[in-house]
């Protein structure tokens, strides 16, 4: 039987999810597809109750829905709930379906492609407290970074992330403009550097190092605003396809059990997105 699978966000009209998908699918000789679904925050009740009863095999999740989608599944990972995020749904042996958060790791793996595993006492900045940051905050704990700060536009959230992880502090996004020369990674998780986004930039960059290491979870456009900041200022950047790549890989494992081939998919984005 045929397996389908979809990705549920909105927007979800910029998603490179499915011809990536489908291209592994392809390349592996499986048996599925991928589709794209426009899901309105007030609909996702009614969406997921739907692809559970057209017996969808699995789903990503994008924003906004990565946190609200957690009541409504009927099984969740362990690290997705730490991380209080779920970015991937999974069709379980026995036909429940399983939350699971990909996007932590996917992250980590992407940033360590680029500056390799050599940085991880460095001061980390981490730009925004909403499900990817929550995951990203918890992967990095979990790949031994342990020095992070959280800055977001409402403290109380990034408070909350710090509690969880048991370590690091928030502040304000206006001290984090000003304490820019304190750290060495900066990771920007919040929606301003989407194609679609009206969003200005967390903060000025004014005052960031020049060997900085500056990181961007959007992956389309390639170049945000932020990385064009960052690299004017003379900082190593890293867009968000790598994160995006390696976490739908993590994902394609949860599904199928086997992990696909990567090298030509990002050289096929990144010339698709250029």
């Known amino acids: 039987m045929k397996k389908w699978f979809a990705v549920i966000g909105d927007p979800i009209s910029h998603s490179k999810s499915p011809a990536m998908h489908n291209a592994w699918y392809r390349e592996m000789n499986v048996d599925a597809a991928y589709i794209p679904i426009h899901v309105e925050p007030a609909n996702l009740r009614e969406a997921v109750a739907s692809l559970k ?17 957690i009541p409504l599944l009927d099984e969740l ?47 980390i900045l981490l730009i925004g407290a909403g499900g990817a940051a929550r995951g990203i905050a918890f992967a990095l704990l979990a790949g031994g970074y342990s020095n992070i700060t959280i800055a977001n536009r409402t403290l109380a959230k990034a408070e909350v992330i710090c509690k969880e992880l048991g370590t690091g502090q928030a502040i304000s996004l206006a001290d984090a403009e000003k304490q820019l020369g304190q750290f060495a990674i900066f990771i920007q998780t919040t929606p ?11 903060f ?22 932020f990385l064009q900041a960052a690299e004017e200022k003379g900082a190593t950047i890293v867009n968000g396809l790598g994160m995006f790549v390696h976490q739908g890989a993590i994902a394609y494992n949860y599904w199928l059990g086997h992990y696909p081939t990567i090298a030509n998919t990002m050289a096929e984005l990144t010339a698709q997105l250029k």
């Open 77 to 123: 990972d362990e690290q997705a709930a730490k991380m209080g995020a779920v970015n991937t749904v999974v069709k379980t042996a026995t036909g429940k379906y399983k939350g699971y958060n990909t996007d932590g790791a996917g992250f980590v793996r992407s940033l360590e492609d680029v500056i390799g595993i050599k940085h991880k006492e460095k001061p």
């Open 192 to 202: 301003a550097g989407m194609a679609s986004s009206t969003l200005d930039l967390p």
């Open 53 to 69: 009863l057209l017996g969808a095999s699995g789903w990503n999740v994008t924003i906004p829905h990565k946190e609200a989608i």
């Open 204 to 225: 000025a960059l004014d005052g960031l190092p020049q060997d900085a290491i500056a990181a961007d979870i959007v992956y389309n456009p390639l170049m945000t605003p």
